[in-house]
Each structure stands twice: as structure tokens, then as C-alpha cells.
């Protein structure tokens, strides 16, 4: 067990033990690839540290020698093409196993990764080339990827060499052919070559409400603050198998796919799909037996759609949802049919999970929980004055400055201005709005930029979604604002029926009148639009902000 060697202790007695005395020891020199990936390796050879799958009938199992010889020949390869201690590279791998090679190998170098969508166009890739001086790119084999990087990189004055997984392509080294020539022995750096804590490991592009996307950077300590989010949240167990659903080319993916989840010794389980397929996801789930599941609530609903009955989950012993808030009608649903509470947590690019429903206290629909122990969570008005209970507040993160939490981000990489805008003061704003309960619980709001202001009213978007979730015709809702040239605002719902229902004028009637049942009235959309899908991230997020911005274009 590694725990031991970072936490004085493991089990708490309830959740005030936990956030009063939880504590995690950072080595001065920690770093993942070596003191998890190689230690577990040398500790248990035969622990099982990844199981792999996609929709091709194609299977793969590592151990974590498999993983630890494996990113020792990819280390050596990716030296010999000169990356070292703080170069930059950039990994567009979706769910392709080589990227859990791939990042461990960095690691040991002290090289710098970047994780990317496969959403990314010429422009972006472009921009992120240039903006991180990345001098290496490994990528999947996929068409649009490698158009889009061949039309970027002469742009890219940094990149030195583009690699591809799984197929050949011209102009591009082959990985699987690389990493064969080189030892399967990498030692540990030393002197200037070794990393400290606080060296850059890990930067992700994160877009902002204005402006281009920013880098987000992360130190070598930040898998430790994973600890939390993994064994405290998820509740991953040694040698069983976690599920976190998500691309490589987002923050989720290192909250449930690598980092906690090794440190705590689970098994990984990736199903790499080609696209998101409920049944397909409850068939995999089924078929292998996973032990703890994290979704987004998206992924939730659409399984909702199907027969879940026919699946046998009794082997599922927790489940959680990050991502998004999750609608109380998705938790009540979920419960019902499986008999599992749905856990949600809350968290940013920026940082590991900041408020969760732990292991101590049963979580309530439509809750976010209660703060990590490794933040000091408070909720502030617009003067920066604390809130009461009840009143709506903007979460924040104090003392930030004086005592930067584990896992949290250290800046903004090559941006010192904005780093110490972000990190300089009293506290770290989030930019997210939550009210707080009697209890200490707190219930998501929404961004600060999704709030609508409304006739002299301020209403968040997740509670008018949930009550129209409470109506049968709806599996997906964005609420958003519009323009109105009365109201300046108002609130619009972007709707996807649920089976059985067509958009009609009498089904739109219906819905408004639904919402002023369950809510206040004046909260009630006075515009309702029709999709057959919302526009969402690889991560399954909704983007409202391209629904906002499609209709301030009309």
C-alpha cells in the first residue's frame, strides 16, 4: 500500500475528522512515474493497473511492470528526440492506451504535458503550438487529427516532431515502431535533470468567458491531490476496477483515470469508444464487472432512456457525476432503478475535487456536498463579504497565497500578470455561484456568466433545468439567456425529447406551465427551441456559451 508513505492518516471517524485532520506529506522531489508507477511495479508486479477495451472487439491488460517497462522505452525514445526536463508536448490520444504510457513517461523526463481534444482545428492547434512552445506532438489515428496538425505545424516554429499510435502515416514516426529500439531501463534524473514538487508538470487549456484560451499549469505534487478526489469521493478500492468516463484531452480524465486512482491501487478501466452509445456503456459496465462509476449527468440521462432493468449492476458500489450539476430528477430516477445514490462533486481545470459528497453522509438530491479537506472553501457576495446560509454566494478558495492547497494550480503558464490576478489576493474566485444550507451543505447555482438578470431577477440556469427534467418530454435541457428588447434578458430552454414526443405549440404551453409549478413563475422560459442533440465538449458538458452566442448573432 502506498497511501501510508503520503497520508498520516487514512480513516477518519466521520466528516469533521476528516476535513480537521486530513493531511498529505509532498516529497521534495515526488514524482508519479517514478514513486507510483514504478513502485507499485516493484512492490506487485502482477497488479493490474489498466484494462482496456473499445468497440472493435480489441482488449488490452496492464500491469504495472507493463506500465512501468513500457513508459521507461517510451522515455528513452522520446530523449532521443530531445525532450528533457521541461520541454512541452502535447498528447491528442482520445482514450488510446498509449496515452497512459505516454504520460508516465513524461513524467519521469520532467517534461511538461499538455493533454488535447480531438476537437481541435488547425487554428487551435496553431495557437497552442505557439503559445506553449510545444516541441513534440503524439496523436491517434484519425483523420481529421492528423489534417489538422499537418495544416498546423509549419505554423508551429517549436514543433520538432509529429508521432502517430496505432497505424503508420506518412511524415510521422510510428510509436509502436519507435519504442521497441530503445532499453527498457530508465533511471531516475538527477541533479538539474531531477524534478522538484513544484516544477510545471501538467498545463491544460481552459477557455474563458473572453479572451483566448488560458494554460493552466500544474505542479509535480498535484496527482497527490488526487487522493481526495479517488479514495474519499469515488471510493476506489484496491484491485477493483474504477470507471471514469471521459477523453484524454480533459481535466476529468486525470481527476478518474490515472493519478488518485493508481496512488490508491485500482484498476483503470478505459473503454475507448468511437461515440457515446448508452447501451453500449451499460453493456461494457455490465460485462466487466466495474466496482465504482463517474459519468457526467448527460451520460445519466440518456441511460435513464434506455431499460436499465435488463442490467445487472449490483456489483456497481458507488457512483458519482462531475462535469455539470446533477438535476434532482436524475438522481431520484437513477436511485429507483438501481438503488444507487449518485454522488456528485464539484471541481475546475484549475484544481482537484473542491466540494463532494463524501463517504461520511448520504448525499441529497440536487446537492453538491461539502468542501474538500484540503481547501478553505468560502462563499463571498459581490463586496467579497461572506454569505449567510441560504444566500447566494461566489465560491472561492482563501489563502491561496499563504498556503497554496495540494492540487490546486499554481498559475498560468508564461502569464505572470494573470497568475497573480488569480492567486495574488486573499483568495482564488472560481467564478461559480452556490448557496450554502443551515447544514453546511452546498447546492450549485451556475457560473457567473450563466446567471440571467431578468426584469431587476437573478435566476440560475441548473434550477429551471432541473424542473423541466421533472417533465416526462425532456432527457436534455440548456437554459440560457436571450436577448429581449423589453427584459434585456430572458430565459430560453434548448430541449431534447425524450422518445414519443414531437415539438409542438401545445408541448411548449405544457413545458412553461410545468416550470411555474415547480418553480417561481417568473422563472419560466419564454422561449423554448427544439434540438436533436445539444452542442457538448468531448467531456460531455454543455456548451451554453455557443447557445448564448448563436442567439446574440440573430
Known sequence: MLLDRYLPRIDFENYEDFKKNYKVNVPDNFNFGFDIVDEWAKQEPDKKALVWCNDHNEEKIFTFADISRLSAKTANYFKSIGIKKGSVVMLILRRRWEYWICAVALHKIGAILIPGSLQLTRKDIVYRGNAAEISAIVCVNDQFVIDQVNAAAADIESLKTKIIVDKPCDGWEFYEEKIELFSEV??????????????????????????????????????????????????????????????????????????????????????????????????????????????????????LQEDVKQFDLSHIENCCIAGEPLNPQVFNDWYKLTGLKLREGFGQTEGTVLIANFKWFEPSAGSTGKPAPLYNIELLDDDGNPVKPGEEGTIVVSG???????????????????????LGGKYYNTGDMAVRDKDGHYWFIGRNDDVIKCSGYRIGPFEVESAMLEHPAVVECAITSAPDPIRGQVVKATVVLSKGY????????????????????????????????????LGGKIKRKEIRIKDNQK
Open 186 to 303: 530508465f533511471e531516475r534524473p538527477s541533479g538539474n535533470e531531477a524534478n522538484k514538487w513544484d516544477d510545471i508538470m501538467l498545463i491544460y487549456f481552459t477557455s474563458g468567458t473572453t479572451g483566448m484560451p488560458k494554460m493552466v499549469q500544474h505542479n509535480f505534487a498535484h496527482p497527490l491531490g488526487h487522493i481526495v478526489t479517488a479514495k474519499y469521493w469515488q471510493q476506489v478500492q484496491e484491485n477493483k476496477l474504477h470507471m471514469s468516463v471521459s477523453d484524454s484531452g480533459w481535466a476529468k480524465f486525470g481527476w478518474g483515470k490515472i493519478y488518485g486512482q493508481w496512488i490508491c491501487g485500482a484498476v483503470v478501466f478505459a473503454y475507448d469508444m468511437d461515440k457515446f452509445i448508452p447501451l453500449n456503456l451499460l453493456k461494457k459496465i455490465t460485462e466487466y464487472k466495474i466496482t465504482t462509476f463517474c459519468a457526467p449527468p448527460t451520460m445519466f440521462r440518456f441511460m
Open 400 to 422: 491561496v497565497k499563504e498556503n497554496p492547497p495540494v492540487g490546486l494550480f499554481t498559475g498560468y503558464y508564461q502569464n505572470e500578470k494573470m497568475t497573480q490576478t488569480a
Open 502 to 537: 414531437s415539438p409542438s405549440d401545445e408541448l411548449t404551453k405544457e413545458l412553461q406551465n410545468h416550470v411555474k409549478k415547480i418553480t417561481a413563475p417568473y422563472k419560466y422560459p419564454r422561449i423554448i427551441e427544439y434540438m436533436d442533440e445539444l452542442p457538448k465538449t
